[in-house]
């Protein structure tokens, strides 16, 4: 048998037991060591707002359908994209991958998966990396993915909204990338960890940030604003921060209507670009060379090189027959939180 996380309604988290899969040919058997919890995607499936469970997604248009029978609904399991765990069984057809490698990847929230081994090619965990550093790479790549689009570089200053746990790591990328970062959330201690990775200034949002920021910046604003936070306010500060002819990267997972967008103000005035980044590709012109396998290798990379300590971003551990506690406390008082992680030891 092996264990896993399944949403069985909005807000009800069981943790069941199911049949462990078989190992077929060119498979691998992972046993799960951490888990990430995403605050952002997950908890839209907690909460029953993500619109995959209303909406059924045609990749070959690539739009949303309204009212299609085969929407997802509930139960939903495995849900989790941050896992790190150790190859336990190895398929005969299988090279490359050893017994005993750490490895991370997607499975979900389980204590252990059967994948394919082409699935976890690359993803073997450097000698001397923490185990627990390694549930961050997936949400690194999307942090990394945003500072791509922003085109940062030595001289340039870039205001990013949100300092959640993305947020903590695009402003890092950021600063190693040579930008000058203004970091914006309403939370004191994710104020005070951004400057202590090398963001210049770290404000509190509401009021007229955008004139706070204009201060800060001679008058011009931000050359680019990357919006992490996935709220609609913020994305309207985001593109009122930066100055004429700027770039907003909008990184949330954004929910409902967007009626504070106000589209016809700064936006319009000032003639800003707003970029969509997201996970599922690297940014248009750089997509010759940087794919997501590359973003993540990057992330690897850095943890490996000490540049980024990702691990420390841990606040909280659970047991997986914990783990309805650990979604009601992000549901309820998020910002008491950085990162979330299921212990499987």
């Known amino acids: 048998m092996t264990t ?27 046993r799960t060591r951490y888990s990430g919890i995403s605050a952002g995607t997950e908890l839209t499936a907690y909460r029953g707002t993500n619109p995959y469970l209303t909406r059924t997604w045609d990749p070959e248009i690539r739009l949303f359908k309204d009212g299609e029978s085969e929407t997802p609904a509930y139960p939903l399991d495995g849900w989790g994209y941050s ?32 994948l394919d081994a082409s699935a976890l090619a690359g993803h073997e965990l450097p000698a001397g990396v923490d185990p627990l550093a390694a549930a961050f790479v997936r949400v690194g790549a999307i942090a990394l993915n945003g500072v791509l689009a922003a085109d940062l570089g030595v001289g340039s200053t870039v205001a990013i909204f949100g300092q959640g746990v993305i947020g ?40 007229d940030v955008a004139r706070r920021i204009r201060e800060l910046t001679d008058g011009l604003g931000t050359d680019t604003a990357i919006e992490l936070s996935g709220n609609y306010a913020a994305l309207r500060d985001a593109i009122r921060t930066v100055g004429a002819d700027g770039t907003v990267v909008a990184s949330g997972f954004y929910q409902g209507e967007a009626n504070a967008l106000r589209l016809g103000d700064e936006f319009h005035h000032n003639r800003v670009q707003l970029l969509a980044s997201q996970i599922g590709s690297a940014p248009n012109r750089l997509r010759a060379r940087w794919d997501v396998q590359r973003m993540q290798r ?48």
């Open 4 to 30: 896993l996380l399944r949403f069985s309604a909005p807000k009800v988290v069981d943790v069941v037991d199911v049949p462990a899969p078989a190992l077929l040919p060119g498979q691998v058997r992972v």
């Open 83 to 114: 896992e790190v765990g150790d190859i336990v069984e190895v398929a005969p057809d299988v090279s490359g991958l050893s017994v005993g490698e750490t490895v991370w990847g997607i499975w979900g929230h389980r204590s252990e998966a059967v």
């Open 168 to 207: 903590l790591l695009a402003t890092r990328f950021a600063v190693l990338n040579g930008a000058t970062v203004i970091a914006i959330d309403g939370i004191p201690a994710r104020r005070e960890r951004a400057l202590a990775w090398g963001a210049a200034h770290a404000v509190e949002p509401g009021g």
């Open 298 to 345: 990057t992330v690897v990379q850095s943890l490996a090189n000490g540049s980024v300590d990702a691990a420390s971003l841990v606040t909280h551990r659970y047991r997986l027959d914990e783990a309805a506690d650990a979604y009601r406390m992000l549901d309820a008082d998020p910002s008491s939180a950085l990162q979330v992680v299921l212990d499987f030891s």
